[in-house]
T-cell receptor, first 115, second 115 residues
Framework: ETGVTQTPRHLVMGMTNKKSLKCEQH?????MYWYKQSAKKPLELMFV???????ENNSVPSRFSPECPNSSHLFLHLHTLQPEDSALYLC??????????????FGAGTRLSVL | AQSVAQPEDQVNVAEGNPLTVKCTYS??????LFWYVQYPNRGLQFLLK??????LVKGSYGFEAEFNKSQTSFHLKKPSALVSDSALYFC?????????????FGTGTLLAVQP
């Protein structure tokens, strides 16, 4: 186990549904990330949070809404998704220190299917 | 802009033979390079990184990578492949354009080790 837990592992939703993905890290890290992984494409960084503050929004559509209530938890709220949003959504965390190049630890992901 | 390229979608190798998974990079300045592995239904796991120093970097599970500045490459290697090494391998470079710990990933290379 990597110390990063994602739930649910699988999610099927209709285009009009609202759902949320959850990520929890037990590593005491201060930065958390959401990535989208689609077949044959590079991992796409979606959002970055440092010390609970969003520091990166990589031009993600507003139908994806992140929330970071504390440094251990990260959510991705989903609404009115499109079929092309079907993918594996990965959460990661790292301990950020100035001048260091820190390893990101990944959860197992949530496999999302939008019908 | 920083980028990495993994020219092979898939690499096939017989168990016991040496393996190489290729990665080339394009960065301004000194690169910070990483290799991650993804086993089926799992998140990404860190294998090794190059920041500075010795061009040959040793990592987990017997893997190593050679940094070659003149060829802008960071190929992953292992002297003797195991069937259990079969997985998806990602090369990544740190994006030094911002303040956050952003990693830019390649498209991944599927390694298949035949018994």
């Amino acid at each position: 186990e990597t110390g990063v837990t994602q739930t649910p592992r699988h999610l099927v939703m209709g285009m009009t549904n609202k759902k949320s993905l959850k990520c929890e890290q037990h590593l005491g890290h201060n930065a958390m990330y959401w990535y989208k992984q689609s077949a044959k494409k590079p991992l796409e960084l979606m959002f970055v949070y440092n010390f609970k503050e969003q520091t990166e929004n990589n031009s993600v559509p507003s139908r994806f809404s992140p929330e970071c209530p504390n440094s251990s938890h990260l959510f991705l709220h989903l609404h009115t998704l499109q079929p092309e949003d079907s993918a594996l959504y990965l959460c990661a965390s790292s301990q950020e220190r100035t001048g260091e190049h820190n390893i990101q630890y990944f959860g197992a992901g949530t496999r999302l299917s939008v019908l | 802009a920083q980028s990495v390229a993994q020219p092979e979608d898939q690499v096939n190798v017989a168990e016991g033979n040496p393996l190489t998974v290729k990665c080339t990079y394009s960065v301004s300045g000194n690169p910070y390079l990483f290799w991650y592995v993804q086993y089926p239904n799992r998140g990404l796991q860190f294998l090794l990184k190059y920041i500075t120093g010795d061009n040959l970097v040793k990592g987990s599970y017997g893997f190593e990578a050679e940094f070659n500045k003149s060829q802008t490459s960071f190929h992953l290697k292992k002297p003797s492949a195991l069937v259990s090494d079969s997985a998806l391998y990602f090369c990544a470079v740190r994006d030094r354009g911002g303040a956050t710990n952003k990693l830019i990933f390649g498209t991944g290379t599927l390694l298949a080790v035949q018994p």
